[in-house]
């Protein structure tokens, strides 16, 4: 069974840092690309970050540009999400996300970002 | 970036009625569209992709057409399990982006 399980949210400051991890199983994940995308409360979804199978290619979204880093360790099964410099608009709740092409075919269910002083 | 406007932002509806969601990428993507619903509390879950093609486990009922700008979601015989919000996503290139989203309610 795939499942992709996301961990690492938690209250952070404003300006301050946070590590999301996605743990994937049940299927090769060095096959595949991942992603997170985020859900601010109440609001849709949007996307961050993806990663490529062999991690070698990543992109971002304007908004975490230069803030963010994704990262995966094939040899863990595992994507991480590093956010620096947070700001209050990146509250939301992180998804992990199997891509299979650029839409995503399996969800977690999500780690919660709160910023906040 | 490719803009995703989805219209409308909300629809109410009874059992049994015929619903239809639009997505209108702002330039074309060919048929790399995406089609999720998300229910409360709950992570979104594939429908559609792409374009027309149903994901396996998906009732019947759903369908999706279109290709290059213009999209279509629909849900012939509303069910009480449909009750939820609808998305749109451009798989065509990066970044990736949604559609505000369709939140289809009990009239």
């Known amino acids: 069974e795939v499942q992709v399980l996301e961990s690492g949210g938690g209250l952070v400051q404003p300006g301050g840092s946070l590590r999301l991890s996605c743990a994937a199983s049940?299927?090769?994940?060095?096959?595949?690309?991942l992603s997170w995308v985020r859900q601010a409360p109440g609001k849709g979804l949007e996307w961050v970050s993806d990663i490529s199978g062999d991690g070698i290619t990543t992109h971002y979204a304007d908004s975490v540009k230069g803030r963010f880093t994704i990262s995966r360790d094939n040899s863990k099964n595992t994507v991480f999400l590093q956010m620096y410099s947070l700001r209050a608009e990146d509250a939301a709740l992180y998804y992990c996300?199997?891509?299979?092409?650029?839409?995503?075919?399996?969800w977690g269910q999500g780690a919660l970002v709160t910023v906040s002083s | 970036d490719i803009q995703m406007t989805q219209s409308p932002s909300s629809v109410s509806a009874s059992i049994g009625d015929r619903v239809t969601i639009t997505c209108r990428a702002s330039?074309?993507?060919?048929?790399?569209l995406a089609w999720y619903q998300q229910k409360p509390g709950k992570a979104p879950k594939v429908l559609i992709y792409p374009a027309s093609t149903l994901q396996s486990g998906v009732p019947s009922r759903f369908s999706g057409s279109g290709s290059g700008t213009d999209f279509t979601l629909t849900i012939t015989s509303l069910q009480p399990e449909d009750f939820a919000t609808y998305y749109c996503q451009q798989a065509n290139s990066f970044p990736l982006t949604f559609g505000g989203g369709t939140k289809v309610e009990i009239k």
């Open positions: 330039q074309g993507i060919s048929n790399w």
């Open positions: 049940g299927f090769s994940s060095n096959n595949f690309a």
């Open positions: 996300a199997k891509q299979y092409g650029h839409h995503f075919d399996y």
